[in-house]
């Protein structure tokens, strides 16, 4: 493993967006952003934005940098199903700012040796 890999092994949190519109997922996205680095994004193209198949919006962020910027509430046009894996720290911190933006209606875990998955259910406050 590379220096550059150790240090952020920890920190770096991967944000799956589902059942939701490209606004939703981005106003996720934007709350995410004030609070620490964006490391990877990937969204569809126009193609499959508009295909009758799931989308899913994805980017990882890095728990350990960026701004830490706390966001007010966010509205949503629906319900956003939210998945976090990485660290058991990491994840958990990503949840807490996501809780202090959204509602979170349903929340399970998915416990690994060194990761976890956290399932949310995020909604307007």
Do not use: N
């Not at 770096?12 to 964006?38: G, I, K, M, N, P």
């Not at 046009?77 to 720290?89: F, I, K």
């Not at 996501?98 to 416990?111: G, H, T």
Request: proline share 4%; hydrophobic share 40%; with cysteine.
């Amino acid at each position: 493993m590379s220096a550059v890999y150790d240090l952020h092994i920890d920190t770096d949190v991967t944000v799956q967006l589902s059942e939701c519109c490209r606004e939703d997922a981005q106003a996720v996205f934007d709350v995410l952003d004030h609070a620490y680095q964006l490391e990877d994004m990937t969204t569809p193209g126009p193609q499959a934005a508009t295909s009758p198949a799931t989308t899913v919006w994805m980017a990882t962020f890095d728990t350990a940098g960026g701004r830490h910027e706390e966001s007010a509430p966010v509205p949503l046009t629906g319900v956003v199903g939210a998945t976090l894996t990485g660290g058991y720290h990491a994840v958990d911190e990503v949840a807490k700012v996501l809780a202090r933006s959204f509602d979170i209606q349903s929340r399970q875990s998915v416990s690994g040796d060194q990761e976890t998955e956290a399932r949310l259910l995020l909604a307007s406050r």
